[in-house]
């Protein structure tokens, strides 16, 4: 299973959930309920746009923010 990897990515880069969540809301707007069940993963299904956004604000790839859980 895939999994976001984006909190570890939050530790490496010194940042945290707030910053992240002030980065994303500022180009799209987001509920803090529905920015948080996607950073920890209770969430179903990804859209590719959020996915490119995290990418952009991380300053990554794709497969730097997925993890395979097993």
Same mark, same amino acid.
Request: proline share 3%; aromatic share 10%.
């Given at each position: &299973?895939?999994?976001? !990897?984006?909190?570890? $990515?939050?530790?490496q %880069?010194?940042? +945290?959930?707030?910053?992240?969540?002030?980065? @994303?809301?500022?180009?799209?707007? &987001?509920?803090?309920? !529905?920015?948080?069940? $996607?950073?920890?993963? %209770?969430?179903? +299904?990804?859209?590719?746009?959020?996915?490119? @956004?995290?990418?952009?604000?991380?300053?990554?790839?794709? !497969?730097?923010?997925?993890k395979?859980?097993?």
């Open positions: &299973m895939l999994q976001l !990897n984006v909190i570890e $990515l939050l530790k %880069k010194k940042k +945290s959930k707030y910053w992240l969540f002030n980065q @994303l809301n500022s180009i799209k707007p &987001m509920s803090y309920t !529905n920015f948080n069940k $996607l950073i920890l993963n %209770k969430t179903q +299904s990804i859209k590719y746009a959020n996915i490119e @956004l995290l990418c952009n604000i991380l300053e990554c790839t794709p !497969n730097d923010i997925f395979d859980v097993k």
